[in-house]
């Protein structure tokens, strides 16, 4: 079923862009795989890598449409997702006058993108259960163009309600961009199938996280067919390299990463019942993500204690009602024993101590 929301793209990128005549490579308009390319300057001796990457990853696109049961012409690729959400910026919000809203904490470079391209960013600090305060949201985005859902949330582990995001969707006739990096971790199809009903609607999805392949930099994003033109016009010619494109084909291939996700929950799971046993910890969010937040009596001291034990977690206790909150990524198995014994460690001495201060106060 298609809302009928009054979206009209053409009113929300910005004029400069609608006008762009883009870059265009000889090459975009031509498949056929044996004809004499002389149209880029390029050296003809047979390297592995001597000619341009197909700049509309035409093969690989198929590919990713084939497995993700979606339309070629619904899909763009980035160089990585972090490229995707600064296009998307780029394209229709015009610098030093339009806005984008955040729902905070979230991932953070919403708002680094917003501010790289004189952009402002409206805050909404999500509830008590990290969800989405919808009238906050809906008042506020009076004037921004795009509002960034990231679900499940990155720091705070947690899916978004499906009927929050909708709501949005409905009501707010600009962008709405759902930021699902985290998706395949999550007990839960998320809003790919859902592009078709809604025109502003863009998903983005990674080969980072459960793919495994963060060291390619490739990000997806499905959305209507206008905005995928769009960024299509705006983008680097080239932004995914050959040696990308060819290992990213090579990945889809491979189906292990169900079972990679599948012992990374097992972990989870295991390290949330390890945690538990700590007095040092005081509460572990829920998790629909490979990573978990983690509140610590003395998360300081918890952080810089594994910081000398070589262990690196993220801190995360600045953002807002993150108070004493580390993020810990699910590591392999040996990783999250080592985590798990220097915890105890430190939980013991810390015990110890404070049963020590206990006994000197009386
Ligand atoms: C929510 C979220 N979106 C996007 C990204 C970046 O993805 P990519 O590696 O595809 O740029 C991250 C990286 O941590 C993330 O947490």
């Known amino acids: 079923m298609k809302t009928k929301i009054n979206f009209d793209i053409n009113k929300l990128v910005r004029p400069n862009i609608l006008k762009l005549k883009p870059y265009q490579s000889a090459r975009e308009q031509m498949s056929d795989k044996n004809a004499i390319l002389l149209d880029a300057n390029e050296n003809p001796f047979p390297v592995e890598y001597n000619r341009y990457p197909d700049p509309l990853q035409r093969e690989l696109k198929m590919k990713i449409a084939e497995q993700k049961k979606t339309p070629v012409e619904n899909i763009f690729l980035g160089n990585g997702s972090d490229e995707i959400i600064d296009l998307l ?60 859902i990231c679900s499940p949330n990155n720091p705070t582990a947690n899916l978004i309600q499906q009927d929050l995001i909708v709501d949005l969707l409905e009501n707010f006739n600009r962008i709405v961009v759902v930021d699902e990096a985290y998706i395949d971790f999550a007990n839960d199809a998320g809003f790919l199938s859902k592009i078709d009903n809604y025109p502003n609607l863009v998903v983005l999805q990674t080969f980072s996280k459960a793919r495994a392949m963060a060291g390619i930099r490739l990000g997806m994003a499905f959305m209507n067919a206008e905005i995928v033109n769009i960024l299509t016009k705006i983008k680097y010619p080239y932004n995914i390299s050959l040696l990308n494109q060819k290992a990213a084909l090579k990945a889809l291939e491979d189906d292990s990463v169900s079972s990679e996700i599948k012992a990374i929950l097992q972990q989870r799971d ?28 003395n998360h300081k001291q918890v952080f810089d204690f594994l910081k000398k034990e070589g262990i690196i977690v993220r801190d995360r206790s600045n953002e807002p009602n993150c108070n004493g909150c580390l993020r810990i990524t699910v590591g392999k198995s040996l990783e999250n024993l080592m985590l798990i014994t220097i915890l105890k460690h430190l939980d013991k001495r810390i015990s110890e101590y404070d049963f020590f201060e206990i006994q000197k106060s009386y």
Do not use: H
Request: glycine residues 2%; neutral net charge; charged residues 25%.
């Open 270 to 297: 295991w390290l949330i019942s390890e945690l538990q046993k700590l007095k040092i910890v005081e509460k572990i969010w829920p998790s629909d993500a490979n990573f978990l937040l983690v509140q610590f009596k």
């Open 89 to 148: 910026i780029r394209a229709f919000c015009i610098p030093g006058k339009d806005s984008i809203l955040i729902n905070v904490p979230t991932y953070g470079m919403y708002e680094v993108c917003a501010n790289m391209n004189d952009v402002k960013v409206i805050k909404v600090e999500l509830d008590d259960e990290f969800q989405i305060d919808i009238p906050t949201v809906l008042k506020k985005s009076q004037q921004a163009k795009i509002i960034f």
